[in-house]
T-cell receptor
Framework: NAGVMQNPRHLVRRRGQEARLRCSPM?????VYWYRQLPEEGLKFMVY????????ESGMPKERFSAEFPKEGPSILRIQQVVRGDSAAYFC??????????????FGPGTRLTVT | AQSVTQPDIHITVSEGASLELRCNYS??????LFWYVQSPGQGLQLLLK??????LVQGIKGFEAEFKRSQSSFNLRKPSVHWSDAAEYFC????????????FGTGTRLQVTL
């Protein structure tokens, strides 16, 4: 019974490149959340998606960041034209439909993005 | 908007000693409350949660937490700490009645001395 999977675990990008982070939720889970953790800080909510829908993107930066959760395949967090300030750990979490309203989320191991 | 405060950035305890990590929240109603633990370089693991009912909740690894409405607190406790408990601990809240985001505190780093 695999948990939430994220890949890659580590990603290095030069300034100006694009970063694509992938998240496969737990089996049966249809809610996906993305969080960002800056060094020495807690996690900050970015976006909440269900299949083919963005439900809440109130934590997403207005530019360069986008997320999707297609009908088939993993959820993708995309960062265009990365800057050094994007260096952080990005965590994905998922929850099943019946618990979406209770907020109980299961986290993946994270992708650590380093921008050089 | 809801917020979470963890006033202790760093705590050191001796192995076998008791532990209490503080968490205070700000929200107009009773939120859903969670404690997560994060080991270095790892993701977050859910320790315990409070939705409603009994205000003392038991979690994994011998942890418990008590919800106190009058103090807007949800402190995490463990009677006897083990060296393997050294990690970062995060308190989080979710707005009730919606499928929504978690709001996290800034975390408390626990160091355990032998």
């Amino acid at each position: 019974n695999a948990g939430v999977m994220q890949n890659p675990r580590h990603l290095v990008r030069r300034r100006g490149q694009e970063a694509r982070l992938r998240c496969s939720p737990m089996k049966g889970h249809s809610h996906v959340y993305w969080y960002r953790q800056l060094p020495e800080e807690g996690l900050k909510f970015m976006v909440y998606l269900q299949k083919e829908n963005i439900i809440d993107e109130s934590g997403m930066p207005k530019e360069r960041f986008s997320a999707e959760f297609p009908k088939e395949g993993p959820s993708i967090l995309r960062i265009q034209q990365v800057v050094r300030g994007d260096s952080a750990a990005y965590f994905c979490a998922s929850s099943p439909p019946e618990q979406g309203g209770r907020g109980e989320q299961y986290f993946g191991p994270g992708t650590r993005l380093t921008v050089t | 908007a809801q917020s979470v405060t963890q006033p202790d950035i760093h705590i050191t305890v001796s192995e076998g000693a008791s532990l209490e990590l503080r968490c205070n929240y700000s929200y107009g109603a009773t939120p859903y409350l969670f404690w997560y633990v994060q080991s270095p370089g790892q993701g977050l693991q859910l320790l315990l949660k409070y939705f409603s009912g009994d205000t003392l909740v038991q979690g994994i690894k011998g942890f418990e937490a008590e919800f106190k409405r009058s103090q807007s607190s949800f402190n995490l406790r463990k009677p006897s700490v083990h060296w393997s408990d050294a990690a970062e601990y995060f308190c989080a809240v979710a707005v009730t009645g919606t499928a929504s985001k978690l709001t996290f505190g800034t975390g408390t780093r626990l160091q355990v001395t032998l």
